[in-house]
């Protein structure tokens, strides 16, 4: 009973260890747009997931159902109580969505932008007023560093505790020093490599993405080095760290920006290792591969104090971190940690447990 048998829908008390595909990563059934093929099968085996054994999807059979059904996981996995309810995006969209209807709004309507930077930092500063919740309570107990009860007036805000950086500089997130802080000590640390081939240069069909060459140069690099070395100087001196997401996202780049309101590049970002340890941003390339309407586009940015320049900077360092955190949740977290790990700690179930 403990492996399974591939037959059946798995309960939620149950301790069985039973393999099965991603077959659950679309939602066809609410939009054909939502249809996903499924990870793993005959050719390639892995990933691999536990299986639950819930029913098809009505408009694709290859795909199981997913709404209003919990996700059976055997017991001895399960999170408690209270920390699943930490963990469940639905309890705390419900939760706040009761709380204030306005939020709601903002969190269901995607077109629903923050019109400018003061909106945002208004969550911060100001909060949105919410009804009295008193001292008990779920959002009480598991929130407690948004939820702030001003003492003059006892009403209670949904007010968003700002990092420390914040409070020592507001517009920390601004600067290049922080921008390089974040390959290491953010989302993706591991994602930062050491520039031992140069020019830089895309491994990618030509003929399907347009021109390997970088639109990074060496005459930029010098420039920004400032002129203290040479790039193969740096390269020597393991000087120059790059943190590349040009060729894994180009061949999503065209699907990407099929839907409304999004754009996608693949990006490149080139740092200078200083003295003191820290990591200096050198330059930032930025491309959209070619496509049957217009032919490759691709451009470097570097840090600049022009009134033009200086934004097109700062954009181009939100592209690189969005990349980074996007890498990081589908590849490096993902992909790489519950993916590899999944089928041995089913295989350590099925074969070691008793």
């Known amino acids: 009973i403990l492996r399974g048998n591939g037959e059946g829908e798995r ?63 055997p017991r001895d996995e399960c999170f408690s109580e209270i920390k699943q309810l930490t963990f469940q995006a639905k309890t705390l969209y419900s939760v706040l969505h009761a709380l204030s209807p306005s939020l709601a709004t903002a969190m269901a309507d995607r077109e629903l932008g923050f019109p400018h930077f003061t909106t945002i930092d208004a969550l911060f500063c100001e909060g949105v007023d919410l009804p009295p919740i008193g001292n008990e309570g779920f959002l009480r107990s598991v929130l407690p560093r948004v939820v702030k009860t001003f003492k003059d007036t006892g009403k209670d805000v949904l ?13 920390f997130w601004f600067r290049d020093q922080e921008f390089a802080r974040q390959t290491l000590a953010g989302l993706n640390p591991c994602g930062i490599r050491l520039i031992t081939e140069w020019p830089l240069k895309s491994k990618l069909d030509p003929e399907i993405y347009g021109p390997p060459e970088s639109a990074i140069t060496t005459e930029m690099i010098e420039q920004e080095i400032g002129g203290i070395m040479s790039v193969d100087q740096a390269i020597k001196q393991k000087k120059l760290f790059i943190l590349d997401h040009h060729d894994v996202l180009l061949p999503f780049v065209h699907k990407v920006r099929k839907i409304k309101g999004t ?20 330059a ?12 490759q586009w691709k451009q470097a940015f570097t840090p600049s104090w022009h009134s033009t320049s200086i934004w097109l900077w700062r954009i181009a360092k939100v592209h690189v971190l969005a ?26 179930n099925r074969q070691l447990s008793v």
């Open 11 to 73: 309960k939620h008390f149950e301790r069985i260890y039973d393999y099965d595909v991603y077959n659950d990563i679309g939602d066809p059934d609410k939009n054909l747009k939502l249809q996903r093929p499924a990870f793993g099968g005959e050719e390639l085996p892995y990933p691999r997931r536990c299986r639950t054994g819930r029913p098809r999807c009505e408009s694709d059979s290859m795909s199981e159902k997913r709404n209003g059904r919990r996700f059976y996981v």
């Open 159 to 171: 007010r968003f505790e700002p990092p420390e950086t914040i409070n020592r500089d507001k517009f």
């Open 263 to 282: 754009t996608l590049y693949g990006s490149r970002a080139v740092f200078f290792l200083n003295p003191d340890g820290t990591l200096r941003p050198l």
């Open 284 to 295: 930032i390339e930025l491309t959209r591969p070619k496509s049957d309407e217009k032919p």
């Open 323 to 348: 990349h980074d955190s996007g890498y990081h949740q589908l590849v490096s977290h993902w992909l790489k940690t519950h993916a590899v790990t999944e089928p041995y700690v089913i295989a350590t």
